[in-house]
């Protein structure tokens, strides 16, 4: 006697819903959910890292335009204390 379409779905419908109500399919699931979370922190904490390697980088490049400002600014006073002067020097 062959089984009815009807009640062969529904066999199928059980089978289905206790393979997924089992155990390995619900840790399964669980697994998925912890990966995916540690998986999204990495993401924000390498995100957190780029954000302060960029500010560090900002500002040690705001520091080194004031360093050279500096410089140039000696070089020029250096240059002013150097330059042989137009007057006569009594010789």
């Known amino acids: 006697m062959k089984p009815s379409n009807e009640s062969s779905q529904t066999g199928l419908r059980a ?42 980088r900002d500002h040690i490049e705001a520091d080194l335009h004031q360093e050279m400002a500096a410089l140039r600014q000696e070089i020029a006073e250096l240059k002013l204390y150097l330059k042989p002067s137009s007057g006569n020097d009594g010789a």
């Open 15 to 56: 089978a289905i819903r206790n393979w997924v109500e089992g155990p390995r399919v619900q840790n399964g699931i669980m697994v998925l959910i912890v990966i995916n979370a540690l998986h999204s922190f990495s993401e924000e904490e390498s995100q957190q890292a780029m954000d302060a390697m960029h500010e560090a």
